[in-house]
């Protein structure tokens, strides 16, 4: 199995949202390329006619009653919040200019 | 007498008698929790007030029903009045939830875990919320963003992990009972390595509804306790169907679990004609002499008490790591990625720059290196490209892993025997530049966890002065039996001398003088 470059690595960090110091980046280059050797091991098992398993139990389609219950009052969920106005969470603004 | 040296259905006995008070039993618990977590480091919340409002509750609950008669009297939970410590993913309305994460200190759970509602319905009093390894990633709780616990036996090395701030605080004697989450061990490699009893149910048993997510398809909730009566007794108040996790089972609780054998003859002829199984494969390279000695030990003891043991074989074993590290971190990083410092939790926000850049300021500070090592590999496993070569890979070795128990059970074993850890506790600091070594000390129970199973484990002696653990796994919803199982191998074991022996490093736990985990680990690097 092909390794991880350094390109790589500043690649997938990209897509998932990390923000990685250099130091950082080059320790997990070295370690992400040694957990990745055991993950090739896998590759001597014949699974072409094995189908894959993602839970465990058999509950399929777990429906429920579609009824109104009641949610979380607003001041609970809203005390985590790192900026508010009122009612509303203040978010990064996602769109261009000057909103 | 020492209070916090009951077992818990000891306690329980005294107080329906009412020669004991939860009110007193919670305040040694705090006393001692506070007198020792310098040392321990095994709690990040004590909550004193509210641990002593709960007491007052279950003792005015405990006299009412002693008015009302020996019915009401015996049909009280035994958990009432009992003190526990909850692994801090479990949130509890009003206090904080960290996860072991520098990313939700300071967040305030808005509600209620569907356990923790347990707990309130049967009158178990939450002492507080213990350490583990950042979002459970991690088998030693080094990887806790508030520094790591130590091991009552050896208080330079870890209790093992991630649910390694419960288990100190039982094998401390803090609390008679805590509670753990097992994604690939970490309720039974802590208990091994703390001397305790842990067991991981079979996945779906119990409710994660109010519970930090780790890795979805194998995370599961269980018990940390100093005896199999006392597990069971925890895991009878928490397990069972909530519409508000999809993935907990419409299987019946069986009530037995508060019945477990008191008499040790009694408890011991469960064993007679049961087949037990042990799996060659778990008794390879990487284990210790020490370890698989006492394990060897315990199966003899086993079998010289009525129980067939046969060798059989799991072939895929050795693919459980690699599987399990293709799994978890997958799942993870699709977990993990609600922390993004928008709704809740640590954000920063920097001016004039796009959200992006927000986010990875936010996750890149708030994620300690184990995690951002998991959310990496998990993010790499399912990119587009190398998704059926890792992920959907995974998914189907994990078939195979799962069949290889399948055929067991089917065969007609009970239950298979193995050691729980191939290692006793290790030195605080000595895998933490090592992943690889770290993940290795799961190597025993993570097939467990990628096959849903139930395991337990329980003490099964002393290697160099550090306790040893024995791992009994049963097929989906055998906890009942997994537990009479443990209670026999305790029945037979009674009069062993390594039972009488307390964690050496309790004599010195309240010295000065003893540096804390964190100092230990400062000064080893």
């Given at each position: 199995?092909?390794?991880?470059s350094?390109?790589?690595?500043?690649?997938?960090?990209?897509?998932?949202?990390?923000?990685?110091?250099?130091?950082?980046?080059?320790?997990l280059?070295?370690?992400?390329n040694?957990i990745?050797?055991?993950?090739?091991?896998?590759?001597?098992?014949?699974?072409?006619?094995?189908?894959?398993?993602?839970q465990?139990?058999?509950?399929?389609?777990?429906?429920?009653?579609?009824?109104v219950?009641?949610?979380?009052?607003?001041?609970?969920?809203?005390?985590?919040?790192?900026?508010?106005?009122?009612?509303?969470?203040?978010?990064?603004?996602?769109?261009?200019?000057?909103? | 007498?020492?209070?916090?040296?009951l077992?818990?259905?000891?306690?329980?006995?005294?107080?329906?008698a009412?020669?004991?008070?939860?009110?007193e039993l919670v305040?040694?618990?705090?006393?001692?929790?506070?007198?020792?977590?310098?040392t321990?480091?095994?709690?990040?919340t004590?909550?004193?007030?509210?641990?002593?409002?709960?007491?007052?509750?279950?003792?005015?609950?405990?006299?009412?029903a002693?008015?009302?008669?020996p019915?009401?009297?015996?049909?009280?939970?035994?958990?009432?009045?009992?003190p526990?410590?909850l692994?801090?993913?479990?949130?509890v309305?009003?206090?904080?939830?960290?996860?072991?994460?520098?990313?939700?200190?300071?967040?305030?759970?808005?509600?209620?875990?569907?356990?923790?509602?347990?707990?309130?319905?049967?009158?178990?009093?939450?002492?507080?919320?213990?350490?583990m390894?950042?979002?459970?990633?991690?088998?030693?709780?080094?990887?806790?963003?508030?520094?790591?616990?130590?091991?009552?036996?050896?208080?330079?090395r870890?209790?093992?992990?991630?649910?390694?701030?419960?288990?100190?605080?039982?094998?401390?004697?803090?609390?008679?009972?805590?509670?753990?989450?097992?994604t690939?061990?970490?309720?039974r490699?802590?208990?091994?390595?703390?001397?305790i009893?842990?067991?991981?149910p079979t996945?779906?048993?119990v409710?994660?509804y109010?519970?930090?997510?780790?890795?979805?398809?194998?995370?599961?909730?269980?018990?940390?306790?100093r005896?199999?009566?006392?597990?069971?007794?925890?895991?009878?108040?928490?397990?069972?169907r909530?519409?508000?996790?999809?993935?907990?089972?419409?299987?019946?609780?069986?009530d037995?679990?508060?019945a477990?054998?008191?008499?040790?003859d009694?408890?011991?002829?469960?064993?007679?004609?049961?087949r037990?199984?042990?799996?060659?494969?778990?008794?390879?390279?990487?284990?210790?002499?020490g370890?698989e000695?006492?394990?060897?030990?315990a199966?003899?003891?086993?079998?010289?008490?009525?129980?067939?043991?046969d060798?059989v074989s799991?072939?895929?074993?050795?693919?459980?790591?690699?599987?399990?590290y293709?799994?978890?971190?997958?799942?993870?990083?699709?977990?993990?990625?609600?922390?993004d410092g928008?709704?809740?939790?640590?954000?920063?926000?920097?001016?004039?720059?796009?959200f992006?850049?927000d986010?990875?300021?936010t996750?890149g500070?708030?994620f300690?290196?184990?995690?951002?090592?998991?959310?990496?590999?998990?993010?790499?496993?399912?990119?587009?490209?190398?998704?059926?070569?890792?992920?959907?890979?995974?998914?189907?070795?994990?078939t195979?892993?799962?069949?290889?128990f399948d055929?067991?059970f089917?065969?007609?074993?009970?239950?298979l025997?193995?050691?729980?850890?191939?290692t006793?506790?290790?030195?605080?600091?000595?895998?933490?530049?090592?992943?690889?070594?770290?993940?290795?000390?799961?190597a025993?129970?993570?097939?467990v966890?990628?096959?849903?199973?139930?395991?337990?484990?329980?003490?099964?002696?002393?290697s160099?002065?550090?306790?040893?653990?024995?791992?009994?796994?049963?097929?989906?919803?055998?906890?009942?039996?997994?537990?009479?199982g443990?209670?026999?191998?305790?029945?037979?074991?009674?009069?062993?001398?390594?039972?009488?022996?307390?964690?050496a490093d309790?004599?010195?736990?309240?010295d000065?003088t003893?540096?804390?985990?964190?100092?230990?680990?400062?000064?080893?690097?």
């Amino acid at each position: 199995m092909a390794g991880l470059s350094r390109a790589d690595v500043e690649h997938v960090a990209y897509l998932a949202r990390l923000g990685l110091t250099d130091a950082e980046l080059s320790r997990l280059e070295g370690q992400l390329n040694h957990i990745l050797d055991q993950y090739a091991k896998l590759a001597e098992l014949d699974t072409s006619a094995i189908a894959p398993t993602a839970q465990t139990i058999e509950l399929e389609n777990i429906l429920r009653e579609d009824v109104v219950t009641p949610s979380l009052p607003v001041e609970a969920v809203l005390q985590n919040a790192p900026a508010r106005d009122g009612d509303f969470v203040i978010v990064p603004p996602i769109l261009g200019g000057d909103a | 007498m020492d209070i916090t040296r009951l077992y818990a259905h000891e306690m329980a006995t005294r107080l329906r008698a009412g020669t004991l008070s939860s009110r007193e039993l919670v305040l040694a618990s705090l006393d001692a929790a506070e007198r020792q977590n310098r040392t321990l480091n095994a709690w990040l919340t004590i909550d004193r007030d509210r641990a002593l409002a709960e007491a007052d509750m279950a003792d005015a609950r405990l006299s009412a029903a002693r008015d009302e008669g020996p019915q009401v009297l015996a049909s009280l939970h035994p958990l009432l009045g009992i003190p526990v410590a909850l692994k801090d993913l479990v949130s509890v309305a009003g206090g904080q939830c960290t996860a072991g994460s520098r990313i939700l200190e300071g967040y305030v759970a808005p509600y209620d875990a569907h356990i923790t509602e347990r707990f309130h319905d049967v009158g178990a009093v939450i002492i507080g919320k213990t350490n583990m390894d950042e979002f459970a990633m991690g088998s030693s709780t080094e990887h806790s963003a508030f520094g790591p616990t130590a091991n009552p036996w050896a208080l330079d090395r870890v209790p093992g992990g991630s649910s390694g701030g419960s288990a100190a605080a039982v094998a401390a004697f803090h609390v008679p009972l805590g509670i753990g989450t097992d994604t690939g061990g970490s309720i039974r490699q802590p208990a091994a390595l703390s001397g305790i009893v842990g067991m991981k149910p079979t996945y779906g048993r119990v409710s994660r509804y109010g519970i930090v997510a780790f890795a979805s398809s194998l995370d599961q909730i269980g018990p940390l306790a100093r005896d199999a009566r006392d597990a069971a007794a925890l895991l009878h108040a928490v397990a069972g169907r909530d519409a508000r996790d999809s993935t907990s089972a419409p299987i019946a609780v069986p009530d037995e679990l508060l019945a477990l054998p008191a008499a040790d003859d009694e408890a011991a002829a469960w064993l007679k004609g049961k087949r037990l199984g042990l799996p060659k494969e778990y008794f390879v390279a990487g284990l210790e002499p020490g370890v698989e000695t006492a394990v060897r030990g315990a199966v003899a003891a086993l079998e010289a008490a009525g129980a067939t043991v046969d060798e059989v074989s799991l072939p895929h074993t050795d693919y459980g790591l690699a599987t399990y590290y293709i799994v978890a971190p997958a799942e993870a990083s699709a977990n993990l990625a609600r922390y993004d410092g928008v709704r809740y939790g640590r954000s920063t926000r920097l001016e004039g720059a796009d959200f992006i850049a927000d986010y990875l300021a936010t996750r890149g500070g708030g994620f300690g290196a184990e995690v951002k090592r998991r959310v990496m590999l998990g993010t790499y496993a399912l990119s587009a490209g190398y998704y059926d070569a890792f992920y959907l890979k995974a998914q189907k070795v994990r078939t195979l892993i799962k069949r290889d128990f399948d055929t067991v059970f089917a065969a007609g074993f009970d239950a298979l025997v193995a050691p729980t850890s191939p290692t006793v506790a290790f030195p605080l600091g000595a895998r933490l530049d090592d992943p690889v070594s770290m993940y290795l000390s799961d190597a025993c129970t993570l097939p467990v966890n990628i096959a849903g199973l139930p395991g337990i484990s329980i003490p099964c002696g002393l290697s160099e002065g550090l306790p040893v653990g024995l791992q009994l796994i049963g097929p989906a919803w055998s906890e009942l039996d997994l537990l009479r199982g443990a209670r026999a191998y305790e029945a037979i074991t009674a009069d062993a001398g390594w039972r009488t022996v307390e964690p050496a490093d309790l004599a010195r736990v309240e010295d000065p003088t003893v540096p804390s985990p964190g100092e230990r680990i400062r000064l080893s690097v």
